[in-house]
């Protein structure tokens, strides 16, 4: 079974430049998650999908950063313009149906932002 | 507001050794609780998950056991060894937040 993938697997960008990433979760998977993890620290939720509709964008920085996921499938992130404190991992995660059924979360190997 | 904290950060240990890697959490209203390993440059793995109700699960050398009233979690790796070595996550799902919570990880490094 292919995992999750995600591109580009590196982006050295300046700040207030603008850069999107891309993720295709696995065939199947209803619910897709963008993470943001800084250096050190565990991942933080940004944005949680069900199929194509938006569950949880409560720690999204709005202002910034958008995400959409077209067909319910792949799913890109945005962020426009970018800040120095955006140097950080994005990962992006799927599982089958959602997490409340105990089911396990499957990532990909992420993007490493660097913001000069 | 539901925080996980993991001790040590970072841990060594010699090779065949037996460890344990800590987890606490401050609201034991939880769905299940995971373990992760994450090698430098990826993503995460999901190696255990225990449910609310379930107070341990066992894959290989690995152990993991949950007591949810103190908010505690413990992952045991028997006999370990140099390929164990990455940073291990657990995570919580929050019933109130419903998403997971993230820990910081503990470091493990087995030296040969």
């Known amino acids: 079974e292919a995992g999750v993938a995600q591109s580009p697997r590196y982006k050295i960008i300046e700040k207030r430049q603008s850069v999107a990433f891309w993720c295709n979760p696995i065939s199947g998977h209803a619910t897709l998650y963008w993470y943001q993890q800084i250096l050190g620290q565990g991942p933080k939720l940004l944005i949680q999908?069900?199929?194509?509709?938006?569950?949880?964008d409560s720690q999204l920085p709005k202002d910034r950063f958008s995400a959409e996921r077209l067909k319910g499938v792949d799913s890109t992130l945005k962020i426009q313009p970018a800040k120095l404190e955006d140097s950080a991992v994005y990962l992006c995660?799927?599982?089958?149906?959602?997490?409340?059924?105990?089911?396990?979360?499957?990532f990909g190997s992420g993007t490493q932002l660097s913001v000069l | 507001k539901q925080e996980v904290t993991q001790i040590p950060a970072a841990l060594s240990v010699p090779e065949g050794e037996n460890l344990v890697l800590n987890c606490s959490f401050t609201?034991?209203?939880?769905?299940?609780l995971q373990w992760f390993r994450q090698d430098p440059g990826k993503g995460l793995t999901s190696l255990l998950l225990?449910?609310?109700?379930?107070r341990e699960q066992t894959s290989g050398r690995l152990n993991a056991s949950l007591d949810k009233s103190s908010g505690r979690s413990t992952l045991y790796i028997a006999a370990s060894q140099p390929g164990d070595s990455a940073t291990y996550l657990c995570?919580?799902?929050?019933?109130?937040?419903?998403?997971?919570?993230f820990g910081p990880g503990t470091r493990l490094s087995v030296l040969p």
């Open positions: 999908f069900q199929n194509n509709g938006v569950v949880d």
């Open positions: 995570a919580v799902y929050d019933n109130y937040g419903q998403n997971f919570v």
């Open positions: 995660a799927s599982s089958l149906l959602g997490t409340t059924t105990n089911e396990k979360l499957f």
């Open positions: 225990i449910q609310s109700s379930q």
């Open positions: 609201d034991s209203a939880i769905y299940n």
